[in-house]
């Protein structure tokens, strides 16, 4: 008896051994798989670092600190954040492609569940500067609602709201891992998920951004048809440009994303690419290095602060390089 449990339990451990290597087949490498790694990795890096510069700047300089900074601030965290998210996923990729690793490690899921929420806290951040533009010019005696109290909750909405609406999937399992594309994410198909994601990460922030914006080009029309003061027509003039930056900003979001929102649509009809995780991130991670150059450029206190800084570098090494030839 005792050698024929002994047999049994040798026997169950092989078929167990060989279902789990029938059900994990090993990853096709195809010859792109590495050099896009590499690249969009690199790609992340440079904007990871670019990133933290700005927000150590706008932390440290006091002149940086207004409430439309702190909005920008939030937006530059957001990105912070988001670029973290999907320098892990590229890096799981990269590691997983070059060691042909066919199985997720145990952060996997988690690392889909944190990009949802943190793209989501992203595009509403860019939501938030459009709302505070847009009750500085039509509502401009409301004055709680311009403070920074006021902003500091919104912020804090955003953020809760963005890691809480998509905990669902999390717990759900319905974060699975893709072998192909070396990712845990929604699998794409016609589902609730897919709509409810989509809808809360992308659809939402960036319609009511245009819609903001849309209407405040309407609405500064009108001003400069009525009889209104000089003053208070040039401050909706440029509050409308910054939202109008803002704008750029999502709309560059929208064409780097569009490939991935377009493999959502076909999904609801048609079967899609087997590498479709691989083709739409490669877009997105672009987008990700021209949003923080972009963000910059539009961010004049920075550039401001920026320049001040590189001033005084020149200003203090030029005195001291005459003093040295003087003595010479």
Avoid at 119 to 129: K, R
Avoid at 253 to 271: H, Q
């Amino acid at each position: 008896m005792r050698h024929f449990f002994i047999a049994s339990l040798f026997f169950e451990r092989n078929t167990t051994s060989n279902m789990f290597l029938n059900n994990s087949s090993t990853p096709n490498l195809e010859s792109w798989f590495i050099p896009i790694d590499i690249l969009t990795n690199l790609c992340i890096i440079l904007s990871l670092i670019l990133a933290i510069i700005f927000f150590g700047i706008i932390i440290f300089d006091k002149t940086c600190r207004t409430i439309p900074m702190m909005l920008v601030t939030n937006s530059c965290l957001a990105g912070i954040v988001f670029g973290i998210l999907i320098f892990s996923m590229n890096l799981f990729r990269l590691l997983n492609d070059l060691k042909k690793i066919p199985y997720q490690d145990s952060l996997c899921s988690f690392r889909g569940y944190f990009g949802y929420a943190s793209c989501s806290i992203l595009n509403f951040s860019y939501l938030l500067q459009a709302i505070y533009r847009f009750i500085r010019v039509v509502y401009p005696t409301r004055l709680f609602y311009q403070s920074a109290r006021f902003q500091l909750v919104l912020i804090c909405s955003t953020w809760i709201f963005g890691f809480l609406y998509p905990i669902a999937f999390l717990f759900t399992g319905e974060i699975v891992y893709n072998v192909d594309n070396q990712i845990c994410q929604l699998p794409l198909h016609l589902s609730f998920s897919i709509i409810y994601m989509a809808n809360f990460a992308y659809i939402t922030p960036v319609f009511l951004t245009m819609i903001i914006y849309l209407k405040l080009v309407f609405y500064v029309k009108k001003m400069s048809k009525r009889v209104v003061p000089v003053n208070r027509l040039s401050r909706a003039r440029q509050e409308l440009e910054m939202v109008r930056r803002t704008v750029i900003l999502v709309s560059i979001l929208i064409i780097y994303c569009l490939p991935y929102a377009i493999l959502i649509f076909l999904s609801f009809f048609i079967v899609i690419p087997i590498y479709h995780f691989r083709i739409s991130y490669v877009f997105i991670d672009a987008s990700y290095l021209f949003v923080i150059i972009v963000l910059f450029q539009f961010t004049d206190p920075l550039k401001t602060s920026i320049k001040k800084k590189i001033c005084k570098r020149t200003n203090s090494v030029l005195p001291t390089t005459i003093q040295n030839q003087t003595k010479i």
